[in-house]
Each structure stands twice: as C-alpha cells, then as structure tokens.
C-alpha cells in the first residue's frame, strides 16, 4: 500500500509556524514544529524549494538551541542552489548564514551577509521578520562598537516587536542591547533602566535563560561602573549556573584582580581557557592571555607579545574597540615605566582604532 504524498502547501504551513516560533524565542514550540515537520517531510511531493527552506530552518533552529551539529555542513548543501534562490529564500540564507557568522564571533563576515540579506529586506512582507533583520544587526554592530548603528537598529526593532504582546520577548532581547549600548556610551542610568526592564519582561515569562544573559550584563554594567564587589555578586550566579562558560571567568577574573583576590582571578583564568581550548575560542584565549600577562608578573617584553598577538587578531575580525582598549592599557603601562616612545606609539594605535568605531548619540 503506497503512502499518499503530502502536499507542499501542508509542509510550506508547518514551516511557517516553525519560524515564527525561532523569531519569537519560543523554544518548546519549535521543537514541537520540527518534530511535525520532520514527521510528515519525507513523504511530501518533490519541491526543491521547500526542502532548502527547511535546511536553512533546521540552521537557524540549531542557534537557537546552541546545537552546533554540522552547520557548516548546512550551509556548504545549500551554496550550490544560491543562484537559483528567489527573494525569500536568498533573503533567508544571508540572514541565517550571518546569524551562524555571529555565534563564530566572525562579525565581518556577518555584516557582508547582513548586507546581502538586507537587498532583499524590502520582499518581506512581515513586519516581525524585519523586526528580526534589525535585531541581529544591531547586534553585530554592537560587538564591533558602532553603537551609534547598533542603538539605530535596535530601536527600530524594539518598535517593531512592542506592537505585538507575542513579541514580548524580543522586544526584552532589544531592551538588553539598549542596555549593553547604553553601557559602552557610560550612560549607566540608562543601561540599568533598560537592564531592568528586560529583567522584567524575563520574569513575566519565566524565561530563566534571558534572566542569566541580564545578570550577566548586570554584572558587566557595575564592573564599567568600578563597583567590583556588585559586578561579582552578579557574575557568581550566572557561573554557579554554568552560563556563558567563556566570558563569565574573564569577567570575574578581571574583577577579583581589582580586589586584590588574585588566587581566585587566576582560578577563573584557568577554567576559562580551559573552556576556550575546548571550544576553540580563539577570541577569548586573547583576551585571558593578556589579562594573565598583565597581571602574573610576566616582562615587559611578554606582556606586548601578548596584547600584539591579540590585536592581530582583533584587528583581522574587525573588533576594533579591543584594539582600542588594550592599545590604551599597554600605552599607560609604559607611561608608568616612563618608556615614552612605546607610550607614544600605543597611545597612537589606540586613536587610530577609535577613528574606526561609531559615534554613540544617545
């Protein structure tokens, strides 16, 4: 007895509820979508066109769930059919591709697609979608410190999301990004207000993985503010959950050292790059490098082939504010030791990385 074949507009229907769940954070609901998908996929009449929705789903799916299970692999199925794509689902692969980008912390690369995607941006007919380009643009600006283009965007998105209580969420996501931006301008009133509201929001839909990301942020806004002893209480308790295992210990590290709790710094330091070797952090085995040199009586010599190590790579993945940052700090350390050729030349290699990084207007 053969099996009547599903009709694409069935799967086309299931997909739709599917992503909507992935733009709305709602997890358990895109599990249940994918499981319906994957249930009735195998038997549906032959479309190319939605079986590559369905792959560049299961992409943006697998971010959401932090499942890096083959996503390269994803992408490299799907290039072939790039030329043949129309508007949506090119739209689609760019803006997916630059998401994955992202988590690499590859943001270059993720604003080429950013870009490409956004050619398209004008085929979309959901407001929520845009919504979301807005959202994950603002985001890579963010971490590339073009605030003054992460706050356009994020508040473009914050707008979109807050016409929908569905959305309610996402438009917590975008008050924790006005707060991280607001953070970098040292305009901590705001930042902690926008903090706190995302908190809120969080609480109201017993979000426990939102609410650790703001701990987070909460810890990351008292450490800029120079209140190390409240940045702790908070990072403490996204570590004692076993969150965001990269930055968590570089921040706490950083923190300990202020006050003068150095055994526990270098315990952080140590399961930090502990993490980052197995995970190939690339980024984060920098930044624990040069805090460690800074701070384990290392040469002066070996403290600048630090920090000259990580700012190539900065450099390359244009995370131009860390070059700022540690140009400064090696400028001043050499002031102190009154070596002022290299002050001088540190001191010009931080002005030039700030020449390249956005404006904040608040």
């Known amino acids: 007895m053969t099996t009547k074949a599903v009709s694409c507009e069935s799967v086309s229907k299931v997909l739709g509820l599917w992503h909507n769940a992935l733009i709305r954070n709602q997890l358990n609901e895109a599990i249940q979508y994918k499981d319906d998908v994957e249930n009735i996929i195998m038997d549906m009449e032959q479309d ?4 590559l929705y369905y792959s560049l789903l ?3 799916h697998n971010l959401l769930t932090n499942n890096a299970e083959t996503p390269n692999q994803y992408l490299k199925s799907i290039k072939p059919f790039e030329e043949k ?7 689609y692969y760019h803006l997916f591709t630059g998401m994955h980008k992202s988590a690499e912390r590859r943001y270059g690369e ?8 956004e050619e398209k941006l004008i085929d979309i007919p959901d407001d929520m979608e845009k919504g979301e380009f807005h959202y994950r643009v603002a985001s890579v600006y963010y971490h590339i410190r073009q605030t003054m283009l992460a706050y356009k965007h994020v508040k473009q998105a914050k707008a979109i999301f807050d016409t929908d209580k569905d959305y309610g969420k996402k438009s917590a996501d975008c008050d924790n990004l006005l707060g991280l931006c607001y953070i970098l301008n040292k305009n901590f009133g705001l930042a902690e207000k926008h903090l706190r509201q995302a908190f809120e929001t969080a609480e109201l839909f017993k979000d426990e993985e ?4 703001i701990y987070y942020n909460l810890g990351f806004l008292y450490a800029e503010k120079k209140e190390p002893d409240h940045a702790i209480d908070y990072l403490n308790k996204v570590h004692a959950a076993g969150f965001n295992k990269v930055r968590t210990p570089f921040l706490l590290a950083r923190e300990y050292f202020k006050i003068a709790k150095s055994d526990k710094a270098f315990e952080m330091i140590d399961k930090g790059l502990k993490v980052c070797e197995e995970t190939n952090n690339v980024e984060y ?3 624990y490098s040069i805090l460690r ?3 384990d009586g290392s040469s002066d010599d070996e403290i600048e082939s630090a920090v000259k190590e990580g700012m190539t790579y900065f450099k390359k993945h244009r995370l131009n504010g860390y070059v700022n940052d540690y140009s400064s ?3 001043y350390y050499f002031c102190e030791r009154e070596n002022h050729e290299k002050a001088s030349r540190y001191f010009r290699s931080a002005y030039e990385s700030r020449e390249t990084e956005g404006l904040f207007i608040s």
Do not use: E
């Open 58 to 60: 299961v992409l943006r």
């Open 285 to 287: 085995r920098h930044h």
């Open 85 to 91: 794509m129309g508007s949506l689902l090119t739209y």
């Open 329 to 331: 700090q090696l400028a």
């Open 293 to 295: 040199a800074f701070n």
């Open 210 to 213: 939102l609410k650790l990301h």
């Open 48 to 51: 190319q066109t939605i079986l």
């Open 110 to 117: 993720a604003l080429d697609h950013y870009t490409a995607a």
